[in-house]
């Protein structure tokens, strides 16, 4: 009896997957992204072998980064956008901050190979209980360490904050007084200072649920004075002393280069940036996550890189997810894209493009770093450009010693809910 029931679901499964696919047959579609001219050429090419494939026709709509935006906006408020689109995973709350702005591909799942991603990634681009768009690449914060300047001064790579600060006195005896174990300015300080409220709380920045600040000012007072104490010992360059030094990309600045600013506390995906400027015999490494006996999580900073969304209003959406499984999960689709858009997050895509030695082991060692810790879901509202300046600006003003942190706590929760106040269920 249970190999009839099994041979009559599959016989159900079979016809509806191929009503599915008969009702998805020779769609005309298209696809917008954004990107420079390899990622164009790439994603072309994946577009005609998956259109091939599943007999459909896609029109691509590319542009440059710059005016995307504007462009998918006016689209989208006009009801013309495309039946597949890239969308910037930040973007998220202005397109559909209900869930209901996209297509729920969860709905779908009889064409997406969904178990390619884990929870935590689907997790990551859902909204009210709606799965609104596929991870393409998932990027993290990581900590990079230059071994050969610890290895100079006879110190370990910290495993700890207590180990970073001991590294920093020892290293500084060692080596000199303008030599620093971590770089953390600017947005590296408010991710910094972000990191260790979200290990001692567990919490993300927002609340998912009210759409408000989910620290109180005290935890994250606990966080900007721990920055300051990484100032005050010398673990970082304070923020008065780095500003004076110009606006150089930290990866230009020769401090970094030779190595006296050993660390720094980056996305997995820019390891080459920073390790390619440092000087012959310089060895950068990712190391996992600093944390604490008081860390109830490692607090990873963990998020879609991007995503491919379908509109809620195709007029093709099986025949769209084809295309998008294609391209994210299927052997023709994953050569054609290759690397284009980071490390894929699609388990099948990072198999066949490490498998084909198409993904340099620091890279991957990185993106496993940020892949196995663990956190809370980050919202994409950190990132809204009013969060962010409201952060930076007042954090900089606590570094210049013209407010203390319990006044910086309050004015940046303050700041950002008012920020936020239009998301708000």
């Not at 400027?277 to 944390?291: D, R, S």
Request: aromatic share 8%; with cysteine; charged share 20%.
């Amino acid at each position: 009896m249970t190999s009839l029931r099994s041979g009559v679901g599959a016989l159900l499964t079979a016809t509806a997957l191929a009503t599915s696919v008969s009702a998805a047959q020779s769609a005309d579609l298209r696809m917008s992204w954004w990107g420079g001219d390899s990622r164009h050429q790439a994603t072309q090419e994946a577009l005609k072998v998956c259109g091939e494939k599943h007999g459909h026709t896609i029109k691509p709509e590319f542009t440059g980064w710059s005016g995307h935006l504007e462009k998918v906006t006016t689209q989208i408020a006009g009801g013309t956008e495309a039946d597949i689109m890239q969308i910037n995973w930040p973007w998220l709350p202005l397109f559909s901050a209900n869930g209901e702005g996209f297509a729920d591909l969860s709905g779908l799942s009889n064409v997406i190979e969904l178990d390619n991603w884990t929870d935590a990634q689907l997790a990551s681009t859902s909204v009210n209980g709606h799965l609104n768009g596929l991870p393409v690449s998932t990027t993290g914060r990581v900590f990079f360490f230059n071994k050969t300047t610890f290895d100079k001064a006879g110190v370990e790579i910290p495993v700890t904050w207590d180990d970073l600060f001991t590294a920093a006195q020892q290293i500084r005896e060692k080596l000199g007084e303008d030599y620093y174990p971590l770089n953390a300015i600017q947005e590296t300080a408010a991710l910094l200072v972000s990191l260790r409220v979200t290990q001692q709380t567990g919490k993300d920045l927002i609340d998912p649920e009210t759409m408000t600040v989910a620290w109180t000012p005290e935890e994250l007072a606990k966080g900007i004075e721990f920055y300051g104490k990484m100032m005050e010992s010398g673990v970082t360059m304070t923020q008065k002393k780095a500003n004076a030094a110009g606006n150089a990309e930290l990866y230009e600045k020769p401090e970094w280069t030779d190595g006296r600013i050993a660390g720094s506390y980056e996305w997995d995906s820019t390891y080459f940036k920073y390790s390619d400027p440092l000087e012959v015999g310089q060895h950068l490494v990712p190391t996992e996550i600093l944390t604490g006996e008081d860390a109830v999580t490692e607090g990873i900073y963990r998020k879609p890189s991007m995503m491919f969304s379908i509109s809620k209003r195709s007029e093709n959406p099986e025949a769209a997810a084809q295309i998008l499984n294609c391209l994210l999960n299927e052997p023709e689709g994953i050569e054609a894209l290759g690397t284009t858009r980071g490390l894929p997050a699609s388990k099948a895509a990072a198999d066949q493009l490490k498998e084909a030695g198409s993904i340099k082991p620091e890279l991957a060692q990185a993106n496993a770093i940020i892949m196995a810790a663990s956190g809370p879901t980050v919202s994409p509202l950190n990132e809204h450009p009013d969060v962010r300046t409201i952060f930076l600006d007042t954090l900089e003003v606590y570094a210049y010693g013209q407010i203390d942190a319990a006044t910086a706590a309050e004015e940046i929760i303050a700041g950002i809910n008012e920020a936020i106040e239009e998301y708000k269920p």
